[in-house]
């Protein structure tokens, strides 16, 4: 039996479907992160004591600097998945980019996004 080089039109279809779910729900995060950044949701504690507004502070800080990795971590993410809806239309979804073997399926469901086996992952961290 020759080897696959390519996943199915059928099987594409199933990836995508991921995808197209996994990237439905980063984008609604993403929108939920830069929402609460913009602080549309008027938590703001002008209202209370002083005191209090300087401890709000320091830590809104902290959490502001830790959403804004967040988001960037989750825009990341996004165009991970958008990259990967490109690679179906190309149908060249799912082949790994150095050895240009199949990335095993499980893989793929796991990390839809993913364009090295783990194989490959682990020899290019030696």
């Known amino acids: 039996m020759e080897e696959k080089t390519r996943y199915s039109d059928e099987e594409l279809e199933e990836f995508r479907t991921i995808i197209n779910e996994k990237l439905m729900l980063a984008k609604r ?22 005191t209090y507004k300087v401890l709000e502070e ?17 825009q990341k993410f996004i165009q991970g998945l958008e990259a990967a809806l490109i690679r179906i239309r190309n149908k060249t979804y799912g082949i790994d980019r150095i050895t240009g073997k199949l990335i095993p399926k499980e893989r793929l469901r796991a990390v839809p996004h993913a364009t090295l086996s783990v194989e490959s992952k682990q020899n290019r961290k030696k």
Request: no cysteine; hydrophobic share 25%.
């Open 29 to 50: 995060d993403y929108d939920q992160m830069m929402s609460q950044l913009m602080n549309k949701d008027g938590n703001d504690v002008d209202d209370t004591s002083p």
């Open 58 to 74: 320091g830590s809104a800080t902290q959490s502001k600097e830790e959403l804004i990795q967040l988001a960037s971590r989750q």
